[in-house]
């Protein structure tokens, strides 16, 4: 998004945001773009890990899912007010906080692989609480629950996600270039460098993992309020690969590739699920994706060399794993 | 005492179909530093291959056989054409792989569908025998030697032959390896081979153990596999089987008083030994 293209590109696409709701009339369309929005602040929120500290979690839907439930528990059992809504937001996004650090407490400071095996863990483990946990989650099944009169109105409710978006959006790329910012992606190039410089690679990690963890659970509450329902699916690792895999295909490490990926997988699966009908196989359109996002990791000259290029510095036999060690 | 013994047979016999499943994980991250996400996959393909073949031909030596085959095929393939161009770099290495998996599991669903399927029990194992009073079921007694075969001949391959002397060597210093004049390449192409057959077989004896198979189980199993590896030591062999039994054993016994609570524990399991020794009981290189 450099240069004056990229301003008036995203210039363009914003005011057809903003538009939208005046050229159709048809729900369908507006609750799909909420989620795009919606479910481009998750995957913006994994790209902060993935694309900008170069560290992969393979649980980030726990922050998502526990988001989307916390907001549905508190509105289905308080009421629904909008204070407690508020109340909802901020009890979700300390629990992402609190989350986030214990994990990376545990996981950080050993080698990177292991973050991916225990982020993966602690999802599962989440997925199994809200499963089993049926009197307090409706196990499988879910539940769903009223929200405020002010939200519900579904042209209001898109404006709020694309505000949401926007302010989301911009305050991270604030944050990613702020001098925190730089550090994250200076230990991304290059982590034995950055700790060699000077800097506690392991606290500035721990920072990277709790900001992504807190806007995952934003981005869950968000997706609460537009279901209006919640089940175990939130919390499912699928979740996670959708932000992998959206933000692979957008492009990691650029943030807003994030939303490019959350519009084309969206619609892309909106448009397959429509296909179903005609012939089951259309169900397994992850196939395609799958396809695309291995495509992309492997040859993919564009955001991945941005994001990734330390494998250059890397290339070869995999002499890493010496230097990886503890 | 019955149940006791019924809660044993059971997590050793869980904790060998995982060992086979871990110990690829773990000697192939060892050597290549590759920490393989399609691996459970892999293991849920020996599963739905080992039951097909055995509904198809009523054999079950010819359904373990072509299992460790597919897994085995299916090691080269991924290796060669994908996972050997990424070397070197984790992440890219993880993601890779985590896509692997995703193709896998879908491709799975295509050709089997999305259901639970059954996965039954060949005759001569059906039922259990009778020690005096202690009842143990066949098939978890066969799991368990299998377990103890594969385990002892991998112990073998790794410490008596010249194969096991390399990778063992690699393990330690790839470059030196290859400074000897070994071709290396060739040597990650044979282990990647083996630890997918060992997944592949580990699928297979997992579902006849449980009755059923689902596309879940390759996650699941993959998740208990990583489990495994974190609290054995990756690149361990011992560590790989001694967390196998561990897992197993904490899964069976658990499962039997508080059955929501046994990942949990698992997990839990794996946090404690991550605070207290982050390199796994017996990590450190040895193998």
Do not use: C
């Not at chain 1, 992402?96 to 095996?117: C, E, K, W």
């Not at chain 1, 619609?267 to 992850?286: D, K, N, T």
């Not at chain 2, 071709?183 to 077989?201: C, E, P, Q, W, Y």
């Not at chain 2, 998740?223 to 089987?241: D, E, H, K, Q, Y």
């Amino acid at each position: 998004m450099r240069g004056r293209l990229g301003y008036v590109l995203l210039g363009i696409i914003l005011i057809l945001a903003v538009v939208l709701p005046f050229l159709t009339d048809s729900r369908a369309t507006l609750n799909l773009f909420t989620r795009i929005f919606i479910l481009a602040i998750f995957a913006m929120s994994y790209d902060i890990l993935l694309g900008y500290t170069g560290i992969v979690s393979f649980g980030h839907a726990l922050f998502f899912g526990s988001g989307a439930y916390i907001i549905g528990l508190l509105l289905k059992n308080a009421g629904p007010g909008l204070v407690n809504v508020l109340a909802g937001l901020v009890v979700a996004m300390v629990f992402g906080l609190v989350v986030a650090l214990l994990i990376g407490v545990l996981s950080l400071r050993v080698r990177d692989t292991y973050f991916a095996m225990i982020t993966l863990a602690f999802g599962e483990l989440f997925f199994i609480a809200a499963l089993k946990l049926r009197a307090f989650t409706g196990g499988e099944d879910g539940f769903s629950f009223r929200i405020p009169e002010l939200l519900r109105d579904r042209v209001g409710f898109y404006y709020l996600a694309l505000l949401a978006l926007i302010v989301v959006g911009g305050m991270l790329r604030t944050f990613l270039s702020s001098p925190t910012g730089k550090v994250l992606q200076a230990i991304r190039e290059n982590e034995r460098r950055a700790q060699a410089v000077g800097y506690d690679v392991f606290r500035y990690k721990l920072f990277s993992t709790a900001v992504a963890g807190v806007t995952a659970s934003l981005a869950g509450v968000l997706y609460g309020l537009q279901e209006r329902f919640v089940s175990t699916s939130v919390l499912s690792v699928e979740k996670t690969f959708d932000a992998l895999i959206m933000t692979i295909i957008g492009g990691s490490g650029t943030l807003y590739g994030a939303i490019v990926g959350s519009a084309l997988v969206t619609l892309v699966h909106e448009w397959f699920s429509g296909l179903a009908r005609l012939s089951p196989i259309f169900e397994r359109w992850l196939i395609l994706f799958g396809i695309v996002y291995i495509l992309i990791v492997l040859f993919f000259p564009g955001g991945l060399v941005r994001a990734f290029t330390y494998l250059t510095q890397r290339k070869g036999l995999p002499s890493a794993r010496r230097t990886d060690a503890l | 005492m019955d149940t006791f013994v019924n809660l044993l047979t059971n997590g050793i016999a869980t904790g060998m179909a995982i060992f086979l499943l871990a110990v690829g994980l773990s000697i192939v991250f060892g050597l290549m530093s590759v920490l393989n996400f399609a691996h459970g996959a892999v293991f849920m393909w020996g599963a739905y291959v080992g039951a097909w073949v055995f509904g198809y031909t009523g054999s079950f030596a010819l359904a373990l056989i072509s299992a460790i085959l597919a897994g085995a095929i299916m090691g080269v393939v991924l290796e060669r054409t994908t996972i050997s161009k990424v070397y070197g770099n984790h992440i890219l290495q993880m993601l890779l792989t985590v896509g692997l998996m995703l193709v896998l599991s879908e491709l799975l669903k295509v050709l089997w569908g999305p259901n639970i399927l059954p996965s039954p029990t060949p005759k001569f194992l059906e039922g259990s025998w009778d020690f005096g009073g202690i009842i143990l079921i066949k098939y978890r007694l066969f799991t368990i030697l299998v377990g103890a075969v594969v385990a002892l001949g991998v112990y073998l391959l790794l410490t008596r032959t010249r194969l096991g002397i390399i990778v063992r060597a690699g393990v330690e210093n790839p470059e030196m390896v290859q400074a000897l004049g070994i071709d290396i390449k060739r040597v990650f192409t044979m282990v990647f081979a083996l630890g997918s057959g060992l997944a592949a077989l580990g699928g297979a004896m997992m579902g006849p153990l449980g009755g059923a198979i689902s596309p879940a189980m390759g996650l699941d199993n993959q998740l208990l596999a990583f489990i495994v590896v974190v609290i054995g030591g990756l690149g361990s062999f011992v560590g790989s089987l001694v967390g196998a039994l561990l897992v197993g054993l904490t899964g069976a016994l658990v499962s039997w008083f508080v059955p929501e609570a046994a990942l949990a524990v698992n997990v839990l399991l794996m946090a404690v030994i991550l605070l207290l020794k982050p390199t796994g009981l017996f990590g450190g290189g040895s193998v």
